[in-house]
């Protein structure tokens, strides 16, 4: 393992800061790219998810950031919203050794008058979705031709999204001179041809196949589309997993085995494109926090979904393209931890299944379904709720705040209390299901920071 201070262009507060964070060694994605990239070099990265790749480009870019100059100087182009936001989220951790950098996300699904405002005075970095970011270079709200770096992330998503006429579009409006690090789990040709194009002097690394899961144990049941539902009932009542990621190919199977999976008590949310951004944001808020143990998610909508000690991972349906599996089960079983994985596959979809095969160059492991048939489901409820309160970042309201309120006069102890997430005009606090109303009583009773607040408990 690599120590970060062998990099010796950061500064002793960026080190201590990383240290603070829980980052002492480098991860392979970061030793091999980030020594290039403080140099300044292109770079191109392939890295599976949770290989620290975020911060690989993260700690390169921020070093060269110069808070003085109020000027866009960083762009990192994500393929959805959740994934800006992680985005964001990881990079105002790693720029707290330093002072008044700013970073603004720019997404759909938010209003643009909003977002114009904040660009009046320019954020040194950028991070947001091809479309919205090309809609205010359009409107000439977003400037970038004092840009130094561009990144852009999950690049291989992008492409199969559509998004490959506005990343260049948005290219042609950053100066040539610019360092471009682009990273990317897969390496499809479209992949090269982008690097070839727009990067120079490029250093290509790749680390961590995706094809070494040894800590993930797969399972394989035949199951006709009738079965699979209760066979996924009796999966989650026998294993009775903390956090469960169900996969599905269509947003209206999200929705339906959500509702399905709610009427037999497993506490279930449903995650697609369809869902308007204040529900997508709530959703991922919900089941990060422990309020939902089992989300129902399409592939593009889960994309950048980050659960520390996803237990369990299900393909409801398998998909089309074995790379898109991999990445789906490589969400359970990550930092060493075991993690299991359940694929249940109809008649029509063996072929998917041998060409997954082919592609591993090993047997799939079925298992009799007969251990799953005719078991009883089981109740599966969440062992937090979230309050919502109105009033976030922008009204100044911090955890600590929130903490206190229901901590002091409310009368709760602080292990009944879980995640408490802001936003710009909400705070999310998880607390436990069999306090939740009494905490909501409480809250509209009392007063955060002097002020009474309206709240709700989300359902």
């Known amino acids: 393992m690599t120590a970060f201070s062998t990099l010796t262009q950061l500064p002793a507060s960026q080190l201590d800061n990383l240290r603070e964070m829980g980052f002492d060694a480098m991860t392979p994605i970061q030793a091999a790219a980030l020594p290039a990239i403080l140099a300044g070099r292109d770079v191109r990265a392939q890295a599976k998810t949770g290989s620290g790749k975020t911060a690989a480009f993260g700690v390169g870019l921020l070093n060269q950031i110069d808070n003085t100059r109020i000027q866009t100087q960083a762009l990192v182009l994500c393929p959805t919203r959740e994934l800006a936001d992680q985005v964001s989220n990881v990079l105002r951790q790693l720029a707290r050794f330093t002072r008044n950098i700013k970073i603004l996300t720019l997404c759909g699904g938010q209003p643009m008058s909003a977002q114009r405002d904040s660009l009046v005075h320019a954020p040194q970095i950028v991070v947001g979705t091809p479309g919205r970011i090309l809609d205010h270079l359009k409107r000439d709200t977003l400037d970038l031709s004092q840009l130094q770096t561009l990144v852009l992330d999950e690049a291989d998503r992008m492409l199969e999204m559509g998004f490959r006429d506005d990343m260049e579009a948005i290219i042609a409006f950053t100066p040539e001179s610019r360092q471009t690090l682009l990273f990317s789990a897969t390496w499809p040709t479209t992949i090269a041809s982008l690097s070839e194009r727009y990067q120079r002097d490029v250093l290509a690394v790749a680390t961590e196949s995706e094809e070494v899961l040894p800590a993930i144990e797969q399972r394989y049941f035949e199951a006709s589309k009738g079965e699979k539902l209760n066979f996924l009932s009796a999966l989650l009542s026998q294993e009775q997993p903390a956090s469960c990621v169900v996969f599905c190919n269509t947003k209206r199977e999200c929705d339906d085995i959500a509702a399905a999976l709610n009427d037999r008590q497993i506490s279930a949310l449903a995650l697609h494109g369809d869902l308007e951004q204040r529900d997508r944001e709530r959703v991922l808020i919900r089941f990060a926090n422990g309020s939902s143990r089992v989300l129902i998610a399409t592939d593009v909508a889960a994309r950048g979904l980050d659960i520390k000690s996803l237990a369990l991972v299900v393909n409801y349906e398998l998909a089309w393209d074995p790379e898109v599996h991999l990445h789906r089960i490589g969400r359970t079983g990550r930092a060493g ?61 911090r955890p600590g705040d929130i903490l206190g309120a229901l901590t002091g006069e409310a009368g709760f102890s602080a292990d009944q209390i879980g995640k408490i997430d802001l936003t710009q005009t909400h705070a999310f606090v998880a607390i436990s299901a069999n306090k939740a109303k009494n905490a909501l009583i409480k809250l509209k009773e009392g007063k955060i920071k002097g002020k009474s607040v309206r709240a709700i408990l989300l359902k």
């Open 337 to 397: 931890e075991e993690g299991l994985a359940v694929s249940f596959v109809a008649a029509d979809e063996m072929q998917r299944a041998h060409a997954l095969e082919d592609f591993l160059k090993q047997p799939v492991n079925w298992v009799s379904s007969g251990t799953l048939k005719g078991k009883a489901s089981q109740p599966l409820p969440a062992a937090m709720m979230t309050l919502c309160i109105d009033g976030g970042r922008k009204a100044k309201i």
